[in-house]
């Protein structure tokens, strides 16, 4: 139902910047919350931030107050700005568009993936 593409990851020095961007298609992502994942070599993927169909937004406390999370509906994309990285933001990004259904289901769909490495 939905396909998701990132960019603009790289290589950044620590205190940098970049902004990630995830472009859907196959469904508007009005209708879906939409997050930001990474997965670093031997780590678990975890949630980094998360804006919601009603436009609340949560970050996970390692990038609050460096990371912004927003979304263009009309160009159907997500961003993440990222500000003030640190080496151990170093991970591969991910897109996450997801939608809760009846009886505890859900629809999780992903992007492949824009690895960011923030080093000296």
């Known amino acids: 139902q939905v396909q998701l593409v990132e960019s603009g990851g790289g290589l950044v020095q620590p205190g940098g910047s970049l902004r990630l961007s995830c472009v859907a298609s196959?469904?508007?992502?009005?209708?879906?919350?939409m997050n930001w994942y990474r997965q670093a070599p031997g780590n678990k993927r975890e949630s980094v931030a998360v804006?919601?169909?009603?436009?609340?937004?949560n970050y996970a406390d390692s990038v609050k107050g460096r990371f912004t999370i927003s979304r263009d509906n009309a160009k159907n994309t997500v961003y993440l700005q990222m500000n003030n990285l640190k080496p151990e933001d170093t991970a591969v990004y991910y897109c996450?568009?997801?939608?809760?259904?009846?009886?505890?289901?859900?629809?999780?769909?992903w992007g492949q993936g824009t690895q960011v490495t923030v080093s000296s």
């Open positions: 996450n568009a997801r939608r809760y259904r009846p009886w505890g289901d859900r629809d999780d769909y």
């Open positions: 196959g469904s508007a992502i009005s209708i879906f919350a």
């Open positions: 804006i919601s169909s009603d436009g609340s937004i």
